[in-house]
């Protein structure tokens, strides 16, 4: 087993084990982040906030309760401990984000981020166009989620779930016999609601394991948070552009220069993460050329690109 997945199989261990220990996150519905478009030229929305850590608290009860997902708050919080994160202390919530390098429109889902972005249109001409977005659970390193241009072909509410024979095979092969229709209900996998895919056998969905949304954990599917996944299914009209993405990497202005955003790649995409960092130095340095007033600062960008903590890191400073 790889480290990475050794990794993996830990965390999903340890949140079983803590399942139970999530009492303040099950009591109450995880905000709904949702955030006005910035004006031309600018890629930066929301905020950092802080959160206090309460009695017997984990990372990702405070993940749940705050409605982001299990990765994003631990690339942001690289000194804390999952599980025993100590109490009393502050922890930050990737509330801040650059959207991605893509149209805004319809739906726009950057895998490695974890995170779906849904620009809606808006009710009247006068309406601020605006964005929503939400933590996800993509798929394994062997049941990838697929990329590239799609759209929502149906919408279902209290869906069955019907495994396909490779999924059935796989539950057989660890003991475990899956029936080949599952009816709605809280044991269904793909909770109450469920958007189609055009492409075959891969859909936006809830689930019944609230503690991997934010995680590399389904068959390519994508997971929501329950109260997520309700609030996206009543906004999403069927036809809805759906562009899959994989970019670890960001860059974006903000109000006060250039900003990068780097998350971990995926495990097989480590060996390119060379290229793509020295195409990302290129791409700042060109930037920033159209921008007589500002320089690029080398040292915080290579730090944040080594650092991967997800969070907006401003990389430009006024010349002198």
């Known amino acids: ?44 929305v929301g905020e950092i906030r802080l959160a206090t850590v309460r009695d017997e608290q984990t990372l990702p009860d405070i993940a749940r309760e705050q409605g982001v997902g299990q990765e994003e708050i631990l690339n942001a919080n690289p000194g804390a401990d999952r599980w025993l994160p100590r109490v009393g202390s502050e922890v930050i919530v990737p509330g801040q984000r650059l959207l991605p390098d893509a149209e805004r429109k319809g739906i726009v889902i950057n895998l490695p ?139 974006g202005w903000g109000p006060d220069g250039l900003y990068v955003a780097a998350h971990p790649p995926f495990e097989e995409d480590e060996g390119e993460i060379g290229t793509v960092v020295a195409q990302t130095l290129e791409q700042a340095r060109q930037r920033v050329a159209d921008r007589p007033d500002l320089e690029l600062d080398e040292v915080r960008l290579s730090a944040a690109l080594i650092e991967k903590s997800g969070l907006p890191v401003p990389i430009t400073r006024a010349k002198r």
Not at 10 to 35: K, N, S
Not at 133 to 160: C, E, H, N, Y
């Open 113 to 251: 981020e974890y995170r779906l972005y849904f620009y809606p249109k808006p009710a009247r001409k006068a309406d601020r166009p605006e964005v929503i977005t939400f933590p996800i659970s993509v798929g394994r390193m062997d049941w990838k989620t697929p990329l590239g241009l799609t759209r929502i072909s149906a919408k279902q509410k209290d869906p069955s779930w019907m495994p396909p024979a490779s999924i059935r095979a796989e539950h057989a092969f660890d003991g475990e016999a899956l029936p080949r229709v599952v009816p709605p209900g809280p044991d269904n996998p793909l909770g109450s609601y469920a958007l189609r895919l055009a492409i075959a056998g891969y859909l936006i969905h809830g689930t019944d394991k609230e503690f991997g949304v934010g995680m590399r954990v389904t068959h390519g599917c994508m997971r929501l948070l329950p109260e997520h996944i309700e609030a996206l299914f009543r906004l999403v009209p069927v036809g809805t552009t759906v562009r899959l993405m994989n970019q670890p990497i960001k860059l």
């Open 1 to 44: 087993m790889s480290p990475s997945r050794f990794r993996l199989a830990l965390a999903l261990l340890g949140a079983l084990l803590f399942a139970g220990a999530m009492p303040a996150a099950h009591g109450q519905a995880a905000p709904v982040e949702r955030h006005a478009l910035p004006g031309s030229g600018s890629d930066l």
